[in-house]
T-cell receptor, first 111, second 113 residues
């Protein structure tokens, strides 16, 4: 099955700086790549996603890039704020209702 | 106007007991899921139902039995609880078969003592 690797496991950034989280996937048939944000004590929240026919997608301070050849995709958060502190999960799917999740990244924004 | 809700939020019980977790979604979605998140935060799918029919059944002990009385509800019953069942269980939903976005509930933290 699909294997999704996520790096780094923990990322600390100064408020205002950018944060980048990278994920790699193994199954070239995967065509949907969402990112979820999980705050303490809450469920994962879908924050942005990208489909395989697109190389980049932006939504305000967050963006996702996809490199299908290299089988990796990244989440970029610009102008980080304390409320961006959370665990971020990447996932991949072949469109079969199955999401394979990475192990998550703890992002800490230092005020 | 909660989209995906779960009850209870916390569940503390002893080994050997039987317990249920309930999930409801008001998004009009056809597909619902149960995920388990372990102590290392790893999210793993357990089951999925589409319009009350089981479509995904991962390698989960038979002690876990999902039940979908209608497409807006998916409950999870666990028999003979074990210490290793302690985790956070998340319900999620998506519009339907082949649809991609999944929306998660707030989770139920199960602690087995």
């Amino acid at each position: 099955g699909e294997n999704v690797e996520q790096h780094p496991s923990t990322l600390s950034v100064q408020e205002g700086d950018s944060a980048v989280i990278k994920c790699t996937y193994s199954d070239s048939a995967s065509n949907y790549f969402p990112w979820y944000k999980q705050e303490l004590g809450k469920g994962p929240q879908l924050i942005i996603d990208i489909r395989s026919n697109v190389g980049e997608k932006k939504d305000q301070r967050i963006a996702v890039t996809l490199n299908k050849t290299a089988k990796h995709f990244s989440l970029h958060i610009t102008e980080t704020q304390p409320e961006d502190s959370a665990v971020y999960f990447c996932a991949a799917s072949k469109g079969n209702n199955r999401l394979a999740f990475g192990k998550g990244n703890q992002v800490v924004v230092i005020p | 106007d909660t989209a995906v809700s779960q009850t209870p939020k916390y569940l503390v019980t002893q080994m050997g007991n039987d317990k249920s977790i309930k999930c409801e979604q008001n998004l009009g979605h056809d597909t619902m899921y149960w995920y388990k998140q372990d102590s290392k935060k790893f999210l793993k799918i357990m089951f999925s139902y589409n319009n009350k029919e089981l479509i995904i059944n991962e390698t989960v002990p038979n002690r876990f039995s999902p039940k979908s009385p209608d497409k807006a509800h998916l409950n999870l019953h666990i028999n003979s609880l074990e210490l290793g069942d302690s985790a956070v269980y998340f319900c999620a939903s998506s519009p339907g078969l082949g649809s991609l976005e999944q929306y998660f509930g707030p989770g139920t933290r199960l602690t087995v003592t």
